[in-house]
């Protein structure tokens, strides 16, 4: 079974320049997540997607950022325009039950965006 | 790796010895605590988990465990090899429906061959 695959790996652009990072969940998966780690930070929590459904974007930190998972297959994270401090990586997860209990959520392997 | 700039705790030990990693949390509402292990250019990978409603759980050559009252978390692993020198993360979930993860600062674990 694949895992949860990210795109791109890394992505190097400059201040004012839009990025766009994909997530590709673990096939079935109906919760995905997006985390980040900025420098010298903790890995924090961005938003929950069920299926299509945005569940929880507490974490999102200005309008400059945008997720989408139209379908409720994969997802994009947008920035726009794209600001120095969100340099980090951006992490993807994926878990597969509904209900009251949470369950596993497995992490891709990050895409390391740095803005210069 | 990722954890560049990010100024970690370190463990060091030697192949074949035991390894106890320590987190503390800080909200009592947290009733879903997880470990994870990430390697370098890799995503957290999940190692083990444990609910609230235990004290102790037990995995292959790992065990966690949770002391409620004075809200600590362990992860021991046994006979520690190289494959295991990481970070180390323990991360929570708060009771009250939301699922997002809230992760500690890790620990770098260095296995000495």
């Known amino acids: 079974e694949a895992g949860v695959t990210q795109f791109p790996s890394h992505s190097v652009i400059e201040k004012g320049q839009t990025v766009t990072l994909r997530c590709d969940p673990i096939?079935?998966?109906?919760?995905l997540y997006w985390y980040r780690r900025v420098m010298g930070k903790e890995i924090k929590f961005l938003l929950h997607?069920?299926?299509?459904?945005?569940?929880?974007e507490s974490g999102m930190p200005n309008n400059r950022f945008l997720a989408e998972r139209t379908g409720g297959t994969y997802s994009t994270l947008k920035v726009q325009p794209a600001e120095l401090e969100d340099s980090g990586v951006y992490f993807c997860?994926?878990?597969?039950?509904?209900?009251?209990?949470?369950?596993?959520?497995?992490f891709g392997p990050g895409t390391r965006l740095t803005v210069l | 790796g990722e954890s560049v700039g990010l100024h970690l705790p370190t463990l060091s030990v030697q192949e074949g010895d035991n390894s106890i990693i320590n987190c503390a949390y800080s909200?009592?509402?947290?009733?879903?605590f997880i470990w994870y292990k990430q390697e370098s250019g890799k995503g957290p990978q999940f190692i083990i988990d444990?609910?609230?409603?235990?004290d102790k759980r037990q995995g292959q050559r790992v065990t966690v465990l949770l002391n409620k009252t004075v809200k600590h978390l362990s992860l021991q692993i046994a006979a520690t090899q190289p494959g295991d020198s990481a970070v180390y993360f323990c991360?929570?979930?708060?009771?009250?429906?939301?699922?997002?993860?809230?992760f500690g600062s890790g620990t770098r674990l260095q296995v000495q061959p």
């Open positions: 997860a994926s878990s597969h039950r509904q209900g009251v209990m949470p369950d596993t959520q497995y």
């Open positions: 096939s079935g998966h109906d919760n």
């Open positions: 997607f069920v299926k299509e459904s945005k569940q929880d």
């Open positions: 909200n009592s509402a947290s009733d879903y």
């Open positions: 444990i609910r609230s409603n235990m």
């Open positions: 991360a929570e979930i708060r009771r009250g429906g939301r699922r997002a993860l809230t």
